[in-house]
T-cell receptor
């Protein structure tokens, strides 16, 4: 069981560049989430999805876009990267409302 | 918005000691989760709590859902070096989403 897989694991971007982070889960979970983790800030929700074809904004959505075209995949896009988006990004999934999340191992993104 | 205060922020303990940490909220929650995160990895679920007053154990870990529904506690008994990591609480108040605390960083001295 792979669980939740995130790619890439590391990435360095120049300011203004774009990129897409991929999250894939093989547990048939309905709900998927993107969080960012910054020192002293805990985990903050960027966007989430309650099913294939649906997305919604979380706590800190500005500068990010997401898509859930297939149930098993949740993509996070940065159209024009900024240094403030330097962070560790975690994807998570859950099978029902209220269930605990299964997290991926994270993507460490540095924007210079 | 809702906030979770987690304390202590960090702690250094001797191997074999017991550990206590807690999480408090400004709002009532109906579910509490406790996670552990090791360096370079994502958080891993340790314990889930669904009822006020509930006490649940997972090996040497015990967590409690506070009676007021605004707090939760995690205890680790007889700590060992592999307990090192960051412990996060997370709470939910009726939506799909959990709010996470800022974490307690635990270091165990052998």
């Amino acid at each position: 069981n792979a669980g939740v897989t995130q790619t890439p694991k590391f990435r360095v971007l120049k300011t203004g560049q774009s990129m897409t982070l991929l999250c894939a889960q093989d547990m048939n979970h309905e709900y998927m989430y993107w969080y960012r983790q910054d020192p002293g800030m805990g985990l903050r929700l960027i966007h989430y999805s309650v099913g294939e074809g649906t997305t919604a904004k979380g706590e800190v959505p500005d500068g990010y876009n997401v898509s859930r075209l297939k149930k098993q995949n949740f993509l996070l896009g940065l159209e024009s990267a900024a240094p403030s988006q330097t962070s560790v990004y975690f994807c998570a999934s859950s099978y029902r409302t209220g269930a605990g999340y299964t997290f991926g191992s994270g993507t460490r993104l540095t924007v210079v | 918005g809702q906030q979770l205060n987690q304390s202590p922020q960090s702690m250094f303990i001797q191997e074999g000691e017991d550990v206590s940490m807690n999480c408090t909220s400004s709002s009532i929650f109906n579910t509490w989760l406790w996670y552990k995160q090791e360096p370079g990895e994502g958080p891993v679920l340790l314990i889930a709590l669904y009822k006020a007053g509930e006490l649940t154990s997972n090996g040497r870990l015990t967590a409690q859902f506070g009676i007021t529904r605004k707090d939760s506690f995690l205890n680790i008994s007889a700590s060992i070096p592999s307990d090192v990591g960051i412990y996060f609480c997370a709470g939910r108040s009726g939506t799909y989403k959990y709010i996470f605390g800022t974490g307690t960083r635990l270091k165990v001295l052998a």
